[in-house]
């Protein structure tokens, strides 16, 4: 991987709020996205996007906006957990 400034590694669409509290995002996203229609709402973004089919181009932009500040959320709490060494 080519090198990156210091801001890549940080998370860029988390508030301070949500940084200091990383699991109210996690359960935030569970509460919008129960795990059998996030399965559904996935495949169904990935078969729209192998398509020509028209999409629902809002809800997919919301979807993976949602899934960043996920991974963010649950990247803190892996460094918090077991430090920056082991991510």
Same mark, same amino acid.
């Given at each position: 991987?080519?090198? /990156? ?43 729209m996007a192998c398509s020509d089919q028209d999409c ?13 500040? /996920? ?17």
């Open positions: 991987m080519r090198n /990156l400034p210091d801001w890549h590694e940080k998370p860029l669409e988390l508030t301070v709020e949500e940084i200091a509290d990383p699991m109210s995002v996690v359960s935030d996203f569970f509460h919008s996205y129960p795990l059998p229609e996030f399965r559904e709402h996935l495949r169904s973004l990935l078969l629902n181009a809002s809800f997919n932009i919301i979807l993976c906006e949602d899934i960043v500040r /996920l991974v963010e959320a649950c990247g803190i709490i892996l460094k918090r957990r077991y430090g920056e060494q082991n991510i």
